[in-house]
């Protein structure tokens, strides 16, 4: 899988930890604009906004190929377990309003779950077609080995 060289962050679009609708539309521009001049990867996260930033990822790509958009999005360290991870990948899927995620990730490590509960559901998302590639974020060397 080829990954776009450049693309767009969206913390902040939407809220950072909290839902805020003041600047929903202007990030759907910014978004469309970035598209239109040839950004190819959009990245965000079920955290940002309590899922606001997902909302607009979705309006801002639906005039546009899916094909064309690389989203990466990620699953927060309280949705690790094996269930919540199911869960939180369809909720993504429903607010970005996508049938995938191009690269799904662990946001960030969790202190209770450990990664051999977390990996056979992220493994089964890829075996589903939910998402087309697996990752870890803000992990360090010793948290990946």
Same mark, same amino acid.
């Given at each position: 899988?080829?990954?776009?060289?450049?693309? $767009?962050?969206?913390?902040?679009?939407?809220? %950072?930890?909290?839902?805020?609708? +003041?600047?929903?539309y202007?990030?759907?521009?910014? =978004?469309?604009?970035? =598209?239109e001049?040839g950004? %190819?990867?959009?990245d965000?996260?079920e955290?940002?906004?309590?899922?606001?930033?997902?909302?607009?990822?979705?309006?801002?790509?639906?005039?546009?190929?899916?094909?064309?958009?690389? @989203? @990466?999005s990620?699953?927060? %360290?309280n949705?690790?377990y094996?269930?919540?991870?199911?869960?939180?990948? %369809?909720s993504?899927?429903?607010r970005?309003?996508?049938?995938?995620?191009?690269?799904?990730?662990?946001?960030?490590?969790?202190?209770?779950?450990? =990664?051999?509960?977390?990996?056979?559901?992220?493994?089964? =998302?890829?075996a589903?077609?939910?998402?087309?590639?697996?990752?870890? +974020?803000?992990?360090?060397v010793?948290? $990946?080995k």
């Amino acid at each position: 899988m080829e990954l776009p060289l450049l693309g $767009m962050g969206t913390w902040g679009m939407g809220g %950072k930890y909290e839902r805020d609708t +003041s600047n929903m539309y202007e990030s759907v521009g910014i =978004l469309q604009n970035g =598209l239109e001049i040839g950004y %190819k990867l959009i990245d965000v996260a079920e955290l940002y906004g309590e899922g606001l930033t997902e909302e607009i990822v979705g309006q801002a790509i639906k005039d546009f190929p899916r094909e064309d958009v690389y @989203i @990466i999005s990620k699953v927060w %360290k309280n949705h690790l377990y094996y269930d919540a991870v199911l869960q939180a990948a %369809k909720s993504s899927l429903e607010r970005l309003g996508t049938s995938y995620i191009d690269l799904y990730l662990v946001h960030y490590p969790s202190e209770e779950v450990s =990664l051999a509960e977390t990996m056979p559901a992220l493994e089964r =998302l890829m075996a589903e077609g939910v998402v087309r590639a697996i990752g870890v +974020s803000n992990f360090s060397v010793a948290e $990946m080995k």
